[in-house]
């Protein structure tokens, strides 16, 4: 069983920055990509962005030139380095991890894996 915790979140002014990281532990034979998700209040949630296995980085628009994904190889870490950030930023932020690791039942396999969150709040 592979479990994933985020950490790092919390209420920073606009314009200031906040590092969030999430490491995955347990049973892990090799982790693929790595993304942070995030989900403002009454809206679904929505993909930031992604690191792959040879550290090629993807971002969403809005965040392109402030924060940076990068990844803790061959470490089971990933961050989120949040710069520049501003109220529309609030949300609570998901770590998720594509990974190889056994099931319950002892199945190898490619599983995808979700942090339970963590709050970010932009405000003066």
């Known amino acids: 069983q592979v479990l994933v915790a985020e950490s790092g979140g919390g209420l920073v002014q606009p314009g200031g920055s906040l590092r969030l990281s999430c490491v995955a532990s347990?049973?892990?034979?090799?982790?693929?990509?790595m993304a942070w998700y995030c989900q403002a209040p009454g809206k679904q949630r929505e993909w930031v962005a992604t690191?792959?296995?040879?550290?090629?980085?993807n971002y969403t628009l809005s965040v392109k030139g402030r924060f940076t994904i990068f990844r803790d190889s061959p470490g089971n870490a990933v961050y989120l380095q949040m710069n520049r950030l501003d109220p529309e930023d609030t949300a609570v932020y998901y770590c998720?991890?594509?990974?190889?690791?056994?099931?319950?039942?002892?199945?190898?396999?490619?599983?995808?894996?979700w942090g339970q969150g963590t709050q970010v709040t932009v405000s003066s």
């Open positions: 998720n991890m594509n990974l190889w690791s056994e099931n319950r039942r002892g199945q190898v396999g490619e599983y995808v894996y």
């Open positions: 347990g049973t892990i034979f090799r982790i693929n990509d």
């Open positions: 690191v792959t296995v040879d550290g090629n980085t």
